[in-house]
């Protein structure tokens, strides 16, 4: 309990200073999702050379040229594992010449403040290299001779001093913590710590398994629609052609549904009754609030909780909100572009319609899996797992969309703005 405490209040204390801060935050998140885009299939050496010198750079820009106290320890650390082997005199002289080198260390730059220098990364340090002597000892007994907890962390080999470097300098512990075996270590660098999928797979499957979920509910749909026609409950009238309509309970458009690349096509064609309920009752009743996107934003809440009170609902509806308005500003700029227009209606539109749709289904899928998995800890795991990019996709457009606009639609001239 005691380690505990002064761990954090280490790791507190150390936040209030700048530079400990940026290395823990804004810099240690885009090293590890350099990792996980670019480096996550790589080599072990690329990956190994990647965490060294990524987490050499922090402990530099942190501490100057007093990174080679960590890099002395490390070095002699590896010498003591490969002179010798697995004995416990190795542990033992591992122990001591750590703890009396970070001691040592304590006593140099001792004053009557908690001071941030190179020795409060080094007692993480500490401990990750002796737990590493013990490690490498305990890889050497039979199996019958570890406990259960032991042979969660033992090691078979005799690590590189490339390994020993990465592991050390890990940035995601190098700093504050937190603690974590060589092992563990080996297992992410050798991509068993992860699922494996790669980022194209996991988005593909979302669309996919959308699809499939949705196809649930139309299903139950196009029955209680063939009930409805059979009692007479679904005849609609004659049309202009004087045909005789029979879906006035239709809750799903098929075809279009199945067709449309616009985001707004989906939802105009899926639980159409539904939607045409909430359009009349509450959607124009809130035309007193003098604002479309607030009338618009409000029948989405409504929406949500009518759903459940599952955090899942008012995510999917947030995203309808944001998602449909950034298609709008979208089909507004190819509209009002003779540019945009003019490929829009080209012979390059199949092209475009393949591409066009590609998006739609990745991120028409992407708010419904809160929708689908109801709970913030199931949701935020696959959000996680994607990187949040339907979040960043949708605020990027919203954000670049009016430069666009000032780029590809020409301005008015004065006379025109007073016809219009």
Not at 387 to 393: D, N
């Amino acid at each position: 309990m005691c380690h505990n405490v002064c761990s954090f209040d280490r790791t507190f204390a150390s936040l209030h200073t700048p530079n400990l801060f940026l290395s823990v935050f804004p810099v240690g998140y885009p090293f590890a999702l350099v990792y996980r885009w670019f480096l996550f299939h790589q080599s072990a050496t690329v990956v190994h050379l990647f965490h060294t010198f990524s987490g050499l750079a922090l402990a530099t820009f942190n501490f100057g040229s007093q990174v080679c106290h960590s890099l002395l320890c490390v070095v002699i650390q590896f010498l003591l594992l490969r002179l010798m082997g697995r004995t416990v005199t190795c542990v033992l002289s591992s122990f001591i010449f750590q703890m009396i080198y970070l001691l040592m260390g304590y006593y140099y730059t001792a004053t009557d403040e908690y001071d941030i220098k190179w020795t409060m990364p080094h007692c993480v340090l500490t401990l990750k290299l002796i737990g590493l002597a013990l490690d490498y000892y305990d890889g050497g007994k039979e199996q019958s001779q570890m406990s259960a907890e032991q042979k969660k962390s033992a090691l078979s080999s005799t690590p590189s001093l490339l390994e020993v470097f990465g592991f050390s300098y890990f940035y995601g512990g190098f700093l504050v913590g937190p603690q974590f075996t060589l092992l563990s270590y080996q297992k992410l660098v050798s991509r068993e710590m992860s699922d494996a999928h790669p980022f194209w797979y996991k988005c593909v499957y979302i669309l996919v398994w959308v699809k499939i979920n949705l196809y649930k509910y139309i299903s139950c749909w196009l029955i209680t629609e063939g009930v409805c026609v059979l009692s007479g409950l679904g005849y609609n009238g004659k049309n202009e052609k004087g045909e005789h309509q029979w879906d006035a309970c239709a809750n799903v458009r098929v075809w279009l549904f199945e067709t449309t690349p616009l985001f707004t096509g989906t939802i105009n064609s899926f639980n159409i009754n539904t939607n045409a309920w909430v359009a009349r009752h509450v959607f124009k009743r809130l035309r007193f609030l003098g604002n479309k996107l607030l009338s618009q934003m409000f029948t989405l809440l409504f929406l949500a909780i009518w759903h459940g009170l599952h955090s899942g609902y008012l995510i999917c509806f947030s995203l309808e909100f944001i998602i449909v308005n950034v298609e709008k500003q979208a089909q507004s700029l190819v509209r009002d572009s003779p540019l945009l227009a003019s490929v829009a209606q080209s012979h390059l539109y199949p092209f475009v319609y393949v591409i066009q749709q590609l998006i739609h289904w990745l991120f028409m899928g992407y708010p419904l899996v809160p929708f689908c998995l109801f709970t913030y800890d199931k949701w935020l795991k696959v959000y996680s797992s994607i990187y949040f990019c339907g979040h960043i996709f949708f605020l990027v457009a919203f954000l670049v969309l009016p430069y666009l606009r000032k780029v590809f639609v020409p301005r008015k001239r004065g006379s025109e703005k007073k016809e219009d």
